[in-house]
């Protein structure tokens, strides 16, 4: 069975770090990009980061650039989010995205083909 699952969140105070991981299972990780979402209560989800299965280039919002590095391990079938100089507007549930194709913007919620179950970061002041 397909599976994507997030571990790493947690309460951290602003200013400190955080390591994501998202282990995937049931399909061919190294054919597939992926993608870091975010979604705070009452906001849309959001891209916040990506890497290209292609040639590894990655991606991250404006809001995370600079503070936020995604990395890959194929031999684990995991993607990393390393995040640094957390800041209290980061506090959301974080979710992996998997999708084999483009053809889309990485940044849209739309068009992945598999989905984790999120994990919660939280971020005080």
């Known amino acids: 069975e397909v599976q994507l699952v997030e571990s790493g969140g947690g309460l951290v105070q602003a200013g400190g770090s955080l390591r994501l991981s998202c282990a995937a299972s049931?399909?061919?990780?190294?054919?597939?990009?992926i993608g870091w979402f975010r979604q705070a209560p009452g906001k849309e989800r959001e891209g916040v980061s990506y890497?290209?299965?292609?040639?590894?280039?990655?991606y991250y919002a404006d809001s995370v650039k600079g503070r936020f590095t995604i990395s890959s391990d194929n031999a684990k079938n995991t993607v990393y989010l390393q995040m640094n100089s957390l800041k209290p507007e980061d506090t959301a549930v974080y979710y992996c995205?998997?999708?084999?194709?483009?053809?889309?913007?990485?940044?849209?919620?739309?068009?992945?083909?598999?989905w984790g179950q999120g994990t919660q970061v939280t971020v005080s002041s």
């Open positions: 995205a998997a999708v084999l194709g483009g053809g889309y913007y990485w940044g849209a919620p739309y068009g992945y083909d598999y």
């Open positions: 890497i290209s299965s292609n040639d590894g280039s990655t």
């Open positions: 049931g399909f061919t990780f190294d054919d597939y990009n």
